[in-house]
């Protein structure tokens, strides 16, 4: 079966002018070109689309959705990846949701609010066992005693100070700096600073961090947001500095 490009365009809430630029770029080619030059697609380009919207909603640009497809040839196994993330997320609105609504009930009725309601969805615990198998358990306990130690206040300011640092890349990076250059080498070294608070960023760590930036799309979204490149943009500067420097 197969469905005409204006078919394809609705039905995924996208436009025709997208999916002929998805082609252009080898990201989504048709299934074939019809005598009469209109484009139509089978099935399994149907299925190629959803996974192309599903790691745009996450925040990847074109460049890095490609490399994400091209890794991930197991049609089947990579969407059990997207549907555990989107079940992740889901799970963690939820959390918040339930954790304002009850912010409000009790704000509203003049009651008491306890902590653990009005952060819930919101900690960083759920990230404890990828954390544990990549960087080891006393990594993670450490960094764990040090975030609970912190007032919200204090979690904020952490939280921003990566978000202007990875903002200062994309600027940098739309800018057309070269990553060798001080002006970049500079916000890696507030990035490598901002890392120390929590362990010790050895050479080796610094490189597999900016490499797991790009290898994994949830790290490769908060930075391609900024722009389309970005995260790789931000491996090759931390490996500069890394090799420069640790």
């Known amino acids: 079966m197969e469905w005409s490009i204006q078919e394809i365009a609705r039905l995924a809430g996208t436009t025709s002018r997208t999916l002929r630029h998805y082609g ?9 070109i019809g005598g009469n030059g209109y484009r139509y697609y089978d099935q399994d380009r149907l299925v190629r689309l959803q996974r192309i919207l599903l790691l745009r909603d996450l925040g990847l640009g074109l460049p890095a959705i490609a490399e994400v497809l091209d890794g991930q040839r197991d049609t089947v196994a990579a969407l059990r990846t997207h549907l555990a993330l989107l079940e992740q997320e889901r799970e963690r609105i939820g959390r918040q949701i339930e954790s304002v609504k009850t912010t409000l009930r009790k704000t509203e009725g003049g009651e008491q609010l306890m902590a653990e309601e009005v952060f ?4 960083h615990s759920r990230y404890e066992q990828e954390v544990t198998e990549r960087w080891g358990r006393k990594a993670y306990e450490k960094a764990d005693r040090w975030w609970r130690s912190l007032s919200d ?5 952490y939280q921003q100070r990566h978000l202007d640092i990875a903002k200062d890349y994309g600027t940098a990076y739309l800018a057309g700096t070269a990553v060798d250059g001080d002006e970049v080498q ?3 070294r507030r990035h490598v600073d901002w ?10 760590y610094v490189i597999g961090l900016g490499e797991m930036y790009v290898a994994d799309p949830r790290f490769t979204a908060n930075y391609d947001r900024h722009g389309a490149g970005t995260a790789e943009f931000v491996r090759d500067a931390m490996r500069v500095y890394a090799e420069r420097n640790l």
């Open 186 to 188: 500079e916000i890696v």
């Open 195 to 204: 890392l120390s608070i929590t362990m010790n960023p050895t050479k080796e």
């Open 24 to 32: 252009q770029v080898g990201l989504l080619e048709p299934s074939r």
């Open 153 to 157: 206040a204090e979690k904020k300011a």
């Open 120 to 123: 819930d969805g919101f900690d």
